[in-house]
C-alpha cells in the first residue's frame, strides 16, 4: 500500500477523551475495570448481523473510550494511497471541503486529518458531519473544540442531526472534496434482502458523487473487516461498475483498492473477503481496556473503497502505472501464504492468464515462487504483504510462478517512480 502506515491517536487527543468523558461523567479510558463491560456490550451488538442494541445516545462511553481511538487510523489507512497519488490534497489558504456522513464522534474525519498531515500537508479542513445521533455530535463537537488540530492541520466542524436518506438528492450550495462514509453502510437499510441492500447503497453513492462530489474529489467508504461487511461493500462496488446501469449514472473511477474494473476476485468463493490488516495497534494506554473487555489491540483491519470522479480517472494508481511502460499491475489480496519451500501470494489486478482462474475469475490468481528460485531481481515478490502493489514485468508460466530472472518491482514503496499526474483535458 502507498503512503505512511497510520499511526494511533495522539497523547492529547487521549487526554482530551478522558476530560470530556469526566465531565459528562462517563466512565474514561482511564478507568478499565468500568469502561471494558461496556466496550465488550457495544462489541456484542456490532458483531451481531442485525446490529442489536444500536441507537442514538447508547454506548457513549464505550465509543468515546475505546471505538473513536480504534476506529480513527481507519480512513486515514483508506486515504493515504489517494493522498500520495495527489488524488486527494490540502494546500494552504484554500480548505477542503468535507462531508462526514454518520460521522458519529468523527473518527472519519480525524483519520482523514491525521492521514494528510503524515502526509506533509497544511491547512484546514472545513467538515459538514451529520448523523442521526445527537449525543454522539455533541462528543465530535467537544474533541473539535479541545483538540482542533491533527498536526500542520485544522479542523473546522460544524455538526448537524440529518439522516443518510435526507443527504444524497438535497443540492449543497457548493461541492464537497471529499465525502465520507466511515461504517455507516453498515448501519443502513438492514431489513431489505442482500441484493436489494446493494442496489439501494450503490444508488446512495452515485447520488452523492453526482449531486455532491466536486468535479476533481473523492468518496472514501471504510466498512468493518468482517467478512459479511466487506463482501456487501465489493458487490457494491460491482453494481456501481455496472455498465447497464441507466444514465444518468455518474461515471466513476477507482482510485483504491482495486487496479481493475472487472469481476472482484474475491467475491468468486464464498469464503474469501477483501479486507486491509494493518500493524497499527491500539495506543498502549488502550490495551488494559481491550484487554479486561476480551478485544485485540493488535493490527488494524478494515475493508474500503476510494472513488473518484471519471473526470479525474487519469490520476488513479490504474492509470498511471500504464503511462510507466509495460507490465502487469497486482495488489496483494493475501497474507504471503508460506509452505515448506515456498511462498504464495493471491493477486488482483491485470489478468495473470489467458483464461479466467476457476478459483479467482480473471483478474485473481495465486501466484507463487518457489525458495529455490529467490533472486535479487524477484525479491519484491517475498517483501510484498497484503494491500501491496507489485509490478511484475514477466509474464508467470503456466503454473502461475515467478522464476529466478523475473523483474518484480514493489510498487508500494516507490510512489515517487510514478510520473506526474497529467492534466484533465
Ligand atoms: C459505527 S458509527 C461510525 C462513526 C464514524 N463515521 C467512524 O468512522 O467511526 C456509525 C454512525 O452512523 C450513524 N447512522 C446510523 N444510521 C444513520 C442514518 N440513517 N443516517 C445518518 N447517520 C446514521 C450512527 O448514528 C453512528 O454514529
Known amino acids: 500500500m502507498i503512503g505512511p502506515t497510520p499511526s494511533p491517536a495522539s497523547e492529547a487527543l487521549l487526554d482530551a477523551l ?12 482511564a478507568e478499565p475495570a468500568r469502561l471494558a463491560p461496556l466496550v465488550a456490550e457495544l462489541a456484542q451488538s456490532y458483531n451481531d448481523p442485525a446490529l442489536r442494541g444500536l441507537g442514538p445516545g447508547k454506548h457513549l462511553a464505550a465509543r468515546l473510550g475505546f471505538f473513536f481511538v480504534r476506529d480513527l487510523p481507519k480512513v ?25 456522513l454518520g460521522a458519529g464522534l468523527g473518527a472519519s474525519h480525524r483519520g482523514l486529518a491525521r492521514a494528510l498531515d503524515a502526509a506533509g500537508h497544511s491547512g484546514t479542513l472545513d467538515v459538514l458531519a451529520l448523523d442521526t445521533d445527537e449525543a454522539a455530535l455533541e462528543l465530535s463537537r467537544d474533541i473539535a473544540r479541545r483538540v482542533p488540530r491533527e498536526g500542520n492541520v485544522a479542523i473546522d466542524l460544524r455538526a448537524d442531526v440529518r439522516p443518510m436518506d435526507r443527504v444524497a438528492g438535497h443540492k449543497a450550495r457548493a461541492r464537497f472534496d471529499v465525502i ?7 448501519e443502513l437499510d438492514l431489513e431489505l434482502q442482500p441484493e436489494a441492500r446493494v442496489a439501494k ?41 455496472d455498465p447497464s446501469t441507466p444514465p444518468p449514472a455518474p461515471k466513476l473511477a477507482l482510485v483504491a483498492p482495486c487496479l481493475h474494473r472487472g469481476a472482484c476476485p474475491l467475491l468468486a468463493r464464498d469464503g474469501d473477503w477483501c479486507h486491509e490488516d494493518l500493524a497499527v495497534d491500539l495506543p498502549p494506554r488502550l490495551h488494559p481496556v481491550a484487554k479486561a473487555a476480551g478485544l485485540r489491540w493488535q493490527g488494524l483491519t478494515f475493508s474500503y ?26 495488489r496483494a489480496v493475501s497474507e504471503p501464504l508460506v509452505s515448506k519451500g515456498k511462498r504464495e501470494l493471491v493477486l488482483c489486478g491485470d489478468p495473470l492468464r489467458d483464461d479466467a482462474d476457476p478459483s479467482y475469475g480473471p483478474h485473481g490468481r495465486r501466484v507463487g515462487r518457489l525458495d529455490r528460485e529467490a533472486s535479487p531481481t524477484n525479491e519484491p515478490f517475498a517483501e510484498a504483504a497484503r494491500g501491496d502493489v507489485l509490478a511484475l514485468h514477466d509474464p508467470l508460466d503456466d503454473k502461475g510462478r515467478v522464476h529466478r530472472e523475473h523483474r518484480v518491482e514493489l510498487v508500494a514503496r516507490l510512489p515517487e517512480a510514478l510520473p506526474p499526474t497529467p492534466e484533465s483535458p
Open 76 to 100: 486515514a489507512g483508506a486515504a493515504r494511497e489517494a493522498i500520495a497519488l495527489g488524488r486527494l490534497a490540502l494546500t494552504r489558504g484554500k480548505p477542503l471541503r468535507v462531508l462526514d
Open 180 to 186: 465520507l462514509l466511515g461504517q455507516v453502510l453498515t
Open 201 to 241: 447503497h450503490a444508488e446512495l453513492i452515485r447520488a452523492l458523487v453526482g449531486d455532491l462530489l466536486a468535479p476533481d474529489g473523492t468518496l472514501l467508504v471504510v466498512e468493518p473487516a468482517l467478512k459479511p461487511r466487506s463482501r456487501h461493500l465489493q458487490r457494491v462496488r460491482g453494481a456501481l461498475l
Open 18 to 29: 478522558v476530560e470530556i468523558a469526566r465531565g459528562k461523567r462517563l466512565p474514561s479510558l
Open 305 to 330: 473503497l476510494v472513488i473518484g470522479t471519471a473526470a479525474s480517472a487519469e490520476a488513479t494508481l490504474e492509470a498511471r502505472a500504464r503511462a510507466r511502460g509495460p507490465g502487469l499491475l497486482e
